[in-house]
């Protein structure tokens, strides 16, 4: 073999890693993933099971040198898991997950008892930086966690736009609560439908649109505010959306806050079915939603501030090197020009951003 290459482990592979040079077996005897590839967390799995069970691998010195420098600037960041005990956002999901599994089993859950975990998640966004919830919304989490994950996140993102919005507390605080309810009918509805490892078909997708209205009827003990916010966060401006097919300012408030943030956390969480998007690639997309199905205004607001707060974040580029974001063009969003090696460097469709957080204790060698 080349003297270049070195013997690694198919572990120390990533998802969405552009590969640099080729990678071959572990005796260096058949080439796995040619050069320029992009691996997916399939990919591995199947490398894993493919590889004679040694999990060894040949890769290239610089791949290696590449790996192992991604290692060592991943040890730095604090794990996720002691951020989410830091900020309570540990206790307040495994409360939003009782919450859950109570509907899901026909209990009934009290007005008092929904109250109370949305006011500790108040309380959390309140003494929390806005910063170090980006860090939590954007946290890589395993897809068996995404439905109660997403409604604590998108209540701590609802909050955080009533906050730019500069509204009254109250306001903030009810926002924040049909965040974090706004997708429990979705406990009544089959867990399959979420748990299987590729998108829905169509006629599940049918079955998935009722959920706002499973979830309007759980709420019947709360405000209409809340009711019709939490019923209409589906709705498109354009009509087009469901259930009830409401377009432009037919639209509750709050329903169009918590479209936009719906939007951004359903993108940025893992599924069953497809890998987390980037942050960046998200508000590309949100922007290309203004006017026909996101308030123009709102999707103005939510890149704006978010774009200022991922500014001076570091992020994993797709070659495996890690970057700090320098700036975000209001004209280029999916690309933001980072600072990689003492370089600043405009990343494009060949370097691109993996992530914007990272947890490092499922960082394997």
Same mark, same amino acid.
């Given at each position: 073999m080349p003297s270049n290459y070195v013997q690694s482990t198919i572990s120390s592979l990533y998802a969405g890693m552009v590969v640099p040079h080729d990678i071959y077996n572990s005796n260096y005897s058949l080439l796995l993933v040619p050069q320029g590839s992009i691996l997916s967390q399939a990919q591995i799995e199947r490398l894993k099971k493919y590889n004679e069970g040694t999990g060894k691998i040949y890769i290239s010195a610089e791949t290696d040198r590449l790996l192992q420098k991604r290692l060592e600037v991943l040890s730095k960041v604090s794990p996720t898991k002691e951020l989410e005990d830091q900020t309570g956002y540990t206790d307040i999901s495994q409360e939003t997950i009782d919450m859950l599994e109570k509907v899901a089993q026909g209990? @009934?859950?009290?007005?008092?008892?929904? /109250?109370?975990?949305?006011?500790?998640? @108040?309380?959390?966004?309140?003494?929390?930086?806005? @910063?170090? $919830?980006?860090?939590?919304v954007n946290a890589l989490a395993s897809a068996d966690e995404y439905l109660q994950r997403h409604c604590v996140d998108v209540g701590m993102l609802n909050g955080l736009c009533g906050k730019w919005l500069g509204l009254p507390k109250e306001t903030v605080d009810t926002l924040i609560l049909v965040g974090l309810l706004h997708d429990c009918g979705k406990a009544v509805l089959p867990s399959k439908i979420f748990s299987a490892p590729r998108p829905l078909t169509a006629i599940e997708f049918e079955v998935v649109k009722l959920h706002p209205v499973f979830t309007h009827g759980l709420l019947s003990e709360f405000p209409q505010v809340v009711q019709l916010a939490a019923r209409g966060h589906h709705e498109k401006i354009n009509g087009s959306g469901y259930p009830d097919k409401l377009f432009g300012n037919n639209i509750p408030f709050m329903a169009k806050i918590t479209a936009v943030c719906d939007?951004?956390?359903?993108?940025?969480? !893992? !599924? +069953?079915? *497809?890998?987390p998007n980037s942050?960046?690639?998200?508000? &590309?997309?949100?922007?290309?939603? !203004?006017?026909?199905?996101?308030?123009?205004?709102? #999707?103005?607001?939510?890149?704006?501030?978010? &774009?200022?707060?991922? =500014?001076?974040?570091?992020?994993?580029?797709?070659?495996?090197?890690?970057?700090?974001?320098? /700036?975000? !063009?209001?004209?280029?969003?999916?690309?933001?020009?980072?600072?990689?090696?003492? *370089?600043? #460097?405009?990343?494009? +469709? %060949?370097? &691109?951003? $993996? +992530?914007?957080?990272? %947890?490092? @204790?499922? =960082? *394997?060698?």
């Open positions: 209990e @009934s859950v009290s007005h008092l008892e929904l /109250t109370a975990v949305s006011e500790e998640l @108040s309380h959390a966004v309140d003494v929390t930086e806005p @910063s170090v $919830i980006l860090d939590l939007i951004y956390d359903a993108m940025v969480s !893992r !599924r +069953s079915y *497809k890998p942050p960046f690639k998200i508000l &590309s997309v949100l922007n290309s939603l !203004r006017v026909t199905d996101l308030d123009d205004e709102l #999707v103005d607001m939510f890149i704006h501030s978010m &774009s200022n707060e991922m =500014v001076g974040k570091q992020m994993e580029l797709s070659d495996g090197s890690i970057a700090t974001v320098v /700036t975000v !063009r209001p004209d280029d969003l999916e690309f933001p020009v980072v600072q990689v090696d003492g *370089k600043t #460097v405009q990343t494009d +469709s %060949d370097l &691109s951003c $993996i +992530s914007l957080h990272y %947890d490092i @204790s499922n =960082v *394997k060698m």
